[in-house]
C-alpha cells in the first residue's frame, strides 16, 4: 500500500483535537487511509450502519477506539450526538474522525455544531511524492486517482468516464444540485474547454441559457465535491488594473484529458490546450504538495490588464513566492528575465520557474527547476 503524505498530519491532528474530518472527492482512498489507523468504522451511507451506531453509541463513546464514520454528512443527526460526546469530555482528543466527500455538506454541519472541536484535512488523489518514481512520468496523463490508470494503465480512460458519470447521473443530484444530468454533462466540458483561463459566468451562461448566478451556484456544487478549484486574482497595491476574475482549472488532469476524449500522451501533446492541461497539473501538485507538509499559506494568480502575468502567487504571511509554469525541457533567459520583472512588482521572495528541465539551477532569489526538485528542495526543507 502506498504511504500517504498526510497521514503524520493526520496522527498529529488527532493528538491534538477530539475529532478530525477528512475530506476530499471520492475514490481518493479516505477509507483506505482511516482504517490503517485501527478503530471502529461505520459507513453511514448504509443503513445497517447507521443503526449499529446509533444502538451502540453509549458504549461507543466510552471506549478509547477511535470512532470512524464514513460519508458522515449522510447522517445529519450525528453531528449533535458527537458535540455533546466531545463536550462532555473536552480533555480526551482522538475520539472521532470523520470521512466526507461533499466539503460544503460536511463543513455546514461541522460549523453549526463542531466549530472549535475538530480539524479540518483534504486528502488529494495521489501526489507526485507518494507514487513510485518509475510511474511518476504518467502522473500528468493519467492523474492521480487510484485506480484511474495511475497504477494499471489498462483503467484509463473507463475508469474517468464511469466515475464522472456516476457524479453526474447519482451523486451530485443526490448532494443538492438541481440541474439535470444533460446540463452538468454540457456545463463540465464547457469547464475543460475553459480550464486554464479567467472565468466569466455571464458568458458560460449565455451559451447555456442560464443566468450567471445558477452558474456560479452550480460551480459551487462543483468545486465542493473537489472537481474544479477556482484560483482567486492577487490583489496588492500595484499601480495597474488588475484581472478580477478567477480562473478555473480542474482538479485531477486526468478527469480532464477523458472528457476530452484523450487517449494517449501523444494526443495530449499535439492539443493546442496542452500547455494549460500542464499548468493546472503543476499547480495542483505545488499547493497540495504544500498542505501535505502542513505549510500556511493562500495561493493565487495574478493578471493585469497590460498582460503581466504570473501562473501562481503563493502568500505565506511573512514573505510572497512567484511560479510560473512553462511545457518546455529547455526554458530560456527571457522566460526568467519575464518572471523576475513580473515578480519584482509584487516583492516576491522567490521566484520559480518550473519546467521539465534536468538542469536546476537556484541563486537563492530566482529558481529554474523541475517539479521533483521543487518539492525536494523547497517544500521538504
Partial sequence: MIKRKIKDILKSRLQAFPAVALVGSRQTGKTTLAKSLGGIYFDLEQDGDRLSLDLQWETLIKQDKIIILDEAQESPEVFKKLRGAIDNDRKRNGRFLLLGSVSPYLMKFVSESLAGRMAILELTPFLWSEIPKDRSDNLWFYGGYPDGGILDSKNYPDWQNNYLNLLISRDLPDWGLPAQPQMTNRLMKMLAALNGQNFNAS???????????????????????????????FYSNLKKRIVKSPKIYWRDSGLLHSINNITSENELLNQPWVGTSWEGFIIEQVINNLKAADKKFEAYFLRTSDQYEIDLVLDFGKEIWTIEVKLTASPNTDDIKKLNKVSDLIAAKKQILISRTNDCID???????????????????
Fill in 203 to 233: 458568458l458560460v451562461g449565455k451559451s447555456l441559457d442560464l443566468s450567471y448566478k445558477t452558474v456560479n451556484s452550480y460551480l459551487d456544487y462543483l468545486e465542493g465535491a473537489f472537481l474544479i478549484r477556482r484560483l482567486q486574482p
Fill in 363 to 381: 541563486n537563492g532569489k530566482t529558481v529554474s527547476c523541475n517539479l521533483e526538485w521543487f518539492i525536494n528542495n523547497l517544500i521538504q526543507d
